[in-house]
């Protein structure tokens, strides 16, 4: 079977896998009672524990912002993984009528973390509310991540909120491109730190990759492979490059399979110890 072949099967394997879930999700909006109501999930996020991050997670109870008179709680289970795909630990916690949940992910999952890898957000509403909410169609849990630099002085917390599904299944080879829009000044930054999670059970391998803006080719490029519901890191230090720091540069990615989560979270820490972490 040639690559092109393999290529064009595996595209066709994840777009009827997308429609199944969006059949699934029209099924259960139209009997909620009957096959519960339609919540995404699990969504997946990185974290980092290391010498430089701590994580926190924060939860609301949103559906009572949307229904204001109305007590529905929200159990939400977080699982946390390793940067290889082991599962680490896993906890419940009910967030009640209009109230907040923020704590350290170490806390809500009750065990020790690896530096990075990722973790899942799942949500279940109180059974008496599945009347209530069927106007609210399809839902997904609402959290955000706050990445809290340890050293403290000029780093301030980072907030990231996008988030994927999981993909429980494996994915095919299906080979992909993503290009940051964002333009990179090199001489301005002292180290990257570019992160990519694998939202899906089967081996990702690509490459990361700093492109000119004129010209798409690749100037510096670093490979990757990263195991099923992990985490790969690479870091830069621009000096080190022997590229024009002056110039503007792209971020851009391949990625052997098309997995839900294709955007690399990247840091950037400046000479002033200042840092910024965002969807790349």
């Known amino acids: 079977m040639t690559r092109d072949l393999r290529a064009r099967l595996g595209d066709a394997w994840v777009d009827a896998g997308r429609e199944l879930e969006r059949w699934a999700f029209r099924a259960h909006i139209a009997q909620p009672k009957l096959l519960g109501p339609a919540i995404r999930g699990p969504l997946v996020q990185l974290y980092r524990a290391d010498a430089d991050f701590t994580t926190e997670v924060g939860f609301v109870n949103y559906l009572t912002f949307y229904l204001l008179d109305a007590d529905i709680g929200i159990t939400v289970t977080v699982t946390a993984y390793d940067r290889d795909g082991r599962r680490l630990g896993r906890g419940r916690h009910r967030v009640g009528r209009k109230q907040a949940l923020q704590r350290p992910l170490a806390e809500l999952v ?26 609210l169609g399809q839902t997904a849990p609402q959290f955000m991540t706050l990445f809290v630099p340890t050293a403290g002085g000029a780093a301030a917390p980072q907030l990231l909120h996008s988030h994927k599904v999981l993909q429980r299944s494996a994915v095919p080879y299906s080979p992909c491109r993503w290009q940051s829009p964002v333009i990179e000044r090199l001489a301005a930054v002292e180290t990257y730190s570019v992160f ?6 089967s081996r990702l391998a690509g490459r990361v990759e700093l492109a000119g803006v004129e010209r798409a080719d690749a100037l510096w490029h670093a490979n990757y492979s990263v195991p099923g519901r992990g985490v790969g890191r690479v870091d830069i230090r621009p000096p080190a490059l022997g590229l024009p720091l002056d110039q503007p540069f792209r971020f851009a990615c391949d990625f052997d399979r098309r997995t839900p989560h294709r955007k690399p979270i990247l840091f950037r820490r400046f000479p002033d110890g200042s840092v910024t972490g965002n969807h790349s």
Do not use: Q, S
């Open 110 to 135: 009750d065990g020790p973390l690896d530096a990075h890898g990722l973790f899942t957000i799942e949500a279940a509403y109180d059974p008496k509310a599945i009347d209530i909410i069927a106007f």
């Open 196 to 201: 990519v999670i694998n939202a899906c059970r």
